[in-house]
């Protein structure tokens, strides 16, 4: 039986009315993506076409979800909301404050200790308001959402970039801040820049060595990490149909590396078995009636030119395992060029660890196609070379991979188990103790979705690839990143050469899915009377205090914090790891701002200039005595800016510093957003030569700024040392919602106003 299963058939019983209409007024077929959009207008029935790219558009999702990372800020803003009660279905999941170092039960024991308070907290928030709630242990968020909530045909968002996984299901979920999430949790719409759209053609069939997750390195190779942004990628084909609906899962949860709005798949027969594997025969029945709705229409993906702003077409008869890296997603390399491209760019060849398993591949398909290989370490008397680690997704796996076998035969061959949780695919891997930051220059191979510097373990130095898990674990039986399983064979222990049987596995286990406790907590019907306690001298939770609104005269006489050089992700502004502790203490948390962004003046990191002493310091601590003295500042970045994780706080954070600006080249979706949602400006250059003209010493003046309005670039005056001055013009996107948002000090402060009205 679903959750929620009232509100999937309220939203299948109105989709043909709003779909047909759609049709009717465009004039035209409706791909899936479109038809999921218009059938989840925040005003009901369409009555307008919706220009891509261009219009913004309110939105009503089916519900919320949130990790126990973001959902901490998102709470704290939504006790501020007036609201006694979520207005959607809602859940928080908590899976990234569980460290990865002995295996899941110390680890989960440690975590539960070390973490109480803020598990506790959100226990108490969820219970109070509604919210459900899967403990710690439970599994990745977005493995437990597909396996429990997401439905063909829906629409959600959550507070973690890769809430897209569920596009493997057929929906249109997408990643967002947690001040959206706030807004949909207080009964208001969701507002959203309608998408662009990317077809990708699927063409022949997987096979062999080749798998679901180098459908989308292969994606990633042709798009670019940037190539996706304001758009939806939607999958279609003879290879999409015989693909696994986990498979999906797969393809559209990285499609947050290439900067997707979203990806999603036209509903099939492989997410009819899912679903009723997954105990939930009544979401599968119900979609069957509404099946023509649930994928594009037959011209669409006859002619995908008509109707897609863009289409690739691969052909997965004769796609390669790849991996990508390191440093970056979009780094592609076919296994059998791996060789001359690690020679060629000087990458270590011996391969230390590889990691299988997080939120985008820990599947049951994935760990039984993984556990076929290890089988044949000991069935042909080999040995592993790397250091071997699983991390499953959910507890409902975990529970079934023990049942059958397969942790059995990991532990067989020295692998380590750990905790259901997003651990090392996040930071959150106690590999080197406290001396990550000067560990050694050595190559990891993961079947995870990023791998931006010290994303993993902490060290600059590691240099991280991505693969397919049953790349990883050849990988990691070889211990050489340039074995191709394909062609290469092995020396075993008695000095035979043997090569491995190509992974075999299981869509689904044969036996059913089966779990003991699966780690959820339903909420009070009634909440009112349950009291959420913070501690006044807590380090891991403070309450929030609305921002002020950002006068214009404060736009004059502004300081230079930093000009980032090259990549600047969400990781760099506010780094996870050992900071995910104070994901809840705005204040503390704060203290990690832009340590990680490379300042463009003198290529350091954490090393910038204090305009008011002369002296070099930290950037937190530089802005820290701006702060004090009343003076906003600025930060100017390069492409992509804010590219990776949705965490709010790489916006929040320098808004509680004092930053009132960013001017960048090009930014990444969600972080524009929650620039925008914390009451900053979040600007382009319109020229971007103009990025070069930034001096280290430079004072800004928005001399326009009481004419902001949509449309209408804004003028910067910015003085030089030497009396010299520039005018820049920077472009925005803020429509007159936005710019309300803006001149409240946030778009929580409009909430909390309208509420009270």
């Not at 004039?27 to 219009?55: A, N």
């Not at 592993?384 to 499953?392: M, N, Q, R, V, Y």
Request: aromatic share 8%; with cysteine.
């Amino acid at each position: 039986m679903a959750f929620d299963i009232d509100m999937i058939k309220s939203v299948y019983a109105r989709m043909a009315e709003r779909v047909d209409k759609a049709r009717e007024l465009s004039g035209k077929p409706l791909t899936l993506s479109e038809k999921i959009l218009y059938s989840h207008l925040w005003d009901g029935t369409p009555t307008k076409v919706f220009t891509r790219g261009k219009d913004y558009v309110d939105f009503a999702p089916d519900r919320v979800a949130c990790q126990d990372a973001t959902a901490q800020m998102a709470l704290l803003q939504f006790m501020h909301a007036g609201k006694p009660k979520v207005a959607v279905p809602t859940t928080v999941h908590c899976d990234h404050l569980i460290q990865a170092k002995v295996g899941a039960e110390a680890d989960l024991k440690r975590a539960n200790q070390t973490s109480n308070e803020v598990f506790d907290f959100l226990e108490s928030v969820s219970n109070k308001y509604g919210i459900g709630f899967w403990k710690p242990g439970a599994g990745i968020i977005h493995q437990v959402v597909l396996e429990n909530y997401a439905f063909p045909g829906g629409m959600m968002i959550g507070t973690d970039s890769h809430t897209v996984n569920a596009g493997g299901l057929g929906m249109v979920a997408i990643g967002v801040g947690g001040a959206d999430a706030v807004d949909v949790m207080a009964g208001m719409a969701w507002e959203l820049k309608f998408p662009k759209l990317i077809g990708v053609k699927l063409t022949g069939k997987l096979s062999g060595w080749t798998a679901p997750k180098d459908v989308i390195l292969k994606v990633a190779d042709i798009l670019t990490v940037k190539g996706g942004t304001g758009a939806i990628i939607e999958y279609f084909g003879e290879g999409a149909t015989s693909m696994s609906c986990t498979g999906k899962g797969t393809i559209c949860n990285m499609g947050a590396e290439v900067g997707a709005t979203t990806s999603t798949f036209g509903y099939d027969e492989s997410m009819d078995r899912y679903l009723r594997g997954t105990d939930r025969s009544d979401v599968a029945d119900e979609a069957k009636k509404v099946a023509a709705y649930l994928t594009a229409d037959p011209e669409v993906y006859r002619e995908p030119e008509k109707y897609f702003d863009q289409v690739i077409e691969i052909d997965l008869s004769t796609l390669e395992p790849h991996l990508n890296g390191p440093f970056t997603p979009d780094l592609a390399t076919p296994i059998s060029k791996m060789g001359e491209a690690a020679k060629k760019n000087d990458w270590p060849l011996n391969v230390e660890v590889g990691l299988i398993g997080s939120c985008t591949n820990s599947s049951y398909e994935d760990i039984s196609r993984a556990a076929s290989l290890a089988k044949q370490v000991s069935d042909k008397k080999l040995k592993t070379k790397s250091k071997f680690t699983i991390t499953p997704g959910s507890e409902m796996v975990r529970y079934t991979i023990e049942r059958d076998g397969f942790i059995k035969t990991f532990n067989d061959i020295g692998a380590t188990v750990f905790a259901n949780a997003c651990g090392p695919c996040i930071g959150m891997w106690d590999r080197y103790g406290d001396k990550a930051a000067t560990g050694p220059r050595n190559t990891i191979v993961h079947s995870f979705n990023r791998n931006f510097a010290k994303r993993a373990d902490g060290n600059p130095n590691t240099l991280a690839f991505v693969g397919s898990p049953e790349l990883v674990t050849a990988i990691a039986i070889s211990g050489r990143l340039d074995f191709n399983p394909i062609t290469d064979t092995l020396i075993n222990e008695e000095g035979q050469e043997v090569k491995l049987d190509e992974p075999r596995g299981y869509e689904l286990p044969p036996e059913g899915f089966a779990v003991e406790d699966a780690g959820y907590i339903a909420p009070r019907k009634d909440g009112s009377s349950v009291e959420v306690k913070v501690a006044s001298d807590s380090e891991r939770l403070q309450l929030l205090a609305p921002f002020t609104p950002i006068t214009n005269e404060s736009l004059k006489g502004m300081k230079l914090l930093i000009k980032a050089f090259g990549k600047c992700t969400t990781d760099h502004i506010s780094m996870a790891g050992p900071w995910l502790r104070y994901r809840g203490h705005l204040d503390n948390i704060s203290n990690n701002t832009l340590i990680g962004a490379v300042n463009a003046f003198n290529k350091k990191t954490n090393f910038v200039k204090n305009q008011l002493t002369g002296e070099y310091g930290g950037v937190p601590d530089t802005q820290r005595v701006y702060k004090a003295k009343g003076i906003k500042t600025i930060v100017v970045g390069d492409h992509n800016y804010g590219e990776g994780s949705s965490r709010e706080h790489a916006a929040m954070q320098p808004r509680h510093l004092g930053v009132a600006a960013v001017l960048v080249k090009s930014f990444a979706r969600i972080h524009e957003t929650n620039l925008k949602k914390q009451g900053m400006l979040a600007l382009t250059f319109a020229n971007e030569n103009d990025y070069d003209k930034i001096q280290e010493d430079d004072t800004f003046n928005f001399i326009d700024i009481d004419k902001f309005a949509p449309d209408v670039p804004l003028t910067i005056e910015v003085v030089h040392t030497d009396g010299s001055k520039d005018l820049i013009k920077a472009n925005h996107s803020y429509n007159a919602q936005q710019i309300a948002w803006f001149r409240e000090g946030s778009a929580l402060n409009m909430i909390k106003k309208e509420n009270a009205a």
